[in-house]
């Protein structure tokens, strides 16, 4: 059974790139779509993007210019960086697995970070 | 990209049935069968209901359907159980490979 975790600092510095890996465990990154989705205090799931296990991508238009995703078969994680964060990054960031269109599945527990100085 | 709108809350004694509604526009939820929807008990994590409008994966009880109607999906949920207190977040397809969630609605059981 494929389970997610992801891991990363608690705490980025306002104008600093945060930076998540997620690990996938029972199974492979191979010939799957892998998600982040994300939870601002209060507010409802974002979808921020995906990544391809041949390296495509595809991001939220709202964040694309800051997003970038990224894959390493080899270690069967993927990760995430957002460039410049503010306040407003901060949220439980969550990791998936997406089978386009229709679903993400798993997902991992949710990781907290708060962007503050 | 506009987020989903979903009730805040809704709530329902066991036994009983509850209807959460999901309302977007043309560019997604009426324009794809592609919604899912997840519950998630704070702390773990999402699980998927529902996909495809109205399919339950493996695993999930038949207490748990879905529909839509023009831009609006809904989930009912029948049998009311204590175990099914929980957020509950909509999300539908919106093209290009890119998709919208719902702010998430609050079941109360009481």
């Known amino acids: 059974q494929v389970q997610l975790q992801e891991s990363g600092p608690g705490l980025v510095k306002p104008s600093e790139t945060l930076s998540l890996t997620c690990i996938v465990s029972g199974g492979s990154t191979s010939s799957y779509y892998w998600t982040w989705i994300r939870q601002s205090p209060g507010k409802g799931l974002e979808w921020i993007g995906y990544i391809y296990y041949n390296g495509n991508t595809n991001y939220n238009p709202s964040l694309k210019s800051r997003v970038t995703m990224s894959i390493d078969m080899s270690k069967n994680q993927f990760s995430l960086n957002l460039r410049s964060v503010t306040a407003a990054d901060t949220a439980v960031y969550y990791c998936?697995?997406?089978?386009?269109?229709?679903?993400?599945?798993?997902w991992g527990q949710g990781t907290l970070v708060t962007v503050s100085s | 990209q506009s987020a989903l709108t979903q009730p805040r809350s809704v709530s329902g004694s066991p036994g009983q049935s509850v209807t959460i509604s999901c309302t977007g526009t043309s560019s997604d939820i009426g324009g794809y069968n592609y919604v899912s929807w997840y519950q998630h008990h704070p702390g773990k994590a999402p699980k998927v209901m529902i996909y495809d409008v109205n399919k339950r994966p493996s695993g999930v009880p038949d207490r748990f359907s879905g529909s839509k109607s023009g831009n609006t999906a809904s989930l009912t949920i029948s049998g009311l159980q204590a175990a099914d207190e929980a957020d509950y977040y909509c999300?539908?397809?919106?093209?290009?490979?890119?998709?919208?969630f719902g702010a998430g609605t609050k079941l109360t059981v009481l």
């Open positions: 999300c539908s397809y919106a093209g290009s490979y890119t998709w919208v």
């Open positions: 998936a697995r997406c089978k386009p269109p229709s679903w993400f599945d798993p």
